[in-house]
């Protein structure tokens, strides 16, 4: 949907239309999210899907040892310097733009599986490494997890929702439709921090 002078609202823009996962820049991050559609465009606005878990498994031995045991900063700011409803000089925001320290590569508590825990939504560099091959080891990740074999489509129907485990998968939206596209979200905050081994 868009305001009185053509802009969008809602969280489109750069962080919306990348690969992420859900407050990943928070300590705690979430484990669920869940969209409802309330008005949906002919043409247009669908949501993207990435498994990051079969994303992980399909990456050759050398490439796993390569990022075993990284951390890197995740931070709500990467793409978006402003924060929705929040003022920015509050505690809130203060919180916010520090963001956290969490694995390149987490494991599932529930099915013990590794998942690519990097997005390019919210993943700004890897710790301890130079700028250069923090780069080039993100770079690598966000394109490998985007690839199609990884992806699904979703394309929105009226009153639909979609319910997905925020932490093996990843998500982004598209380039705003041109009519009105309304969706409501909820998530559910994990009870642990992101770890790589249990």
């Known amino acids: 949907m868009k305001d009185e002078n053509g802009i969008p609202v809602g969280l489109y823009g750069k962080n919306a239309e990348v690969y992420h996962s859900d407050v990943s820049w928070g300590k705690i991050c979430n484990k669920v999210t869940f969209l409802r559609a309330k008005i949906t465009p002919t043409v247009g606005g669908d949501t993207w899907y990435a498994d990051a878990t079969t994303a992980y498994d399909d990456l050759d031995e050398n490439w796993k040892k390569r990022i075993q045991g990284l951390q890197a900063h995740y931070t709500y700011l990467k793409f978006r310097p402003w924060v929705p409803g929040v003022e920015d000089k509050s505690e809130v925001f203060a919180d ?80 705003p439709p041109e009519e009105d596209r309304y969706l409501v979200r909820t998530t559910v905050i994990d009870d642990y921090e992101p770890v790589e081994e249990l």
Request: charged content about 30%; overall charge negative; cysteine-free.
């Open 96 to 175: 916010i733009a520090e963001g956290s320290i969490h694995p390149v590569v987490a494991i599932h508590r529930l099915t013990k599986k590794k998942m690519i825990f990097a997005n390019e939504g919210h993943t700004d560099y890897i710790v301890g490494v130079s700028k250069e091959e923090s780069d080039e080891i993100l770079d690598y990740l966000f394109k490998h997890v985007d690839s199609e074999k990884y992806r699904y489509i979703h394309r929105w129907k009226p009153f639909e929702a979609v319910l997905w485990d925020n932490r093996a998968l990843h998500h982004r939206a598209t380039d």
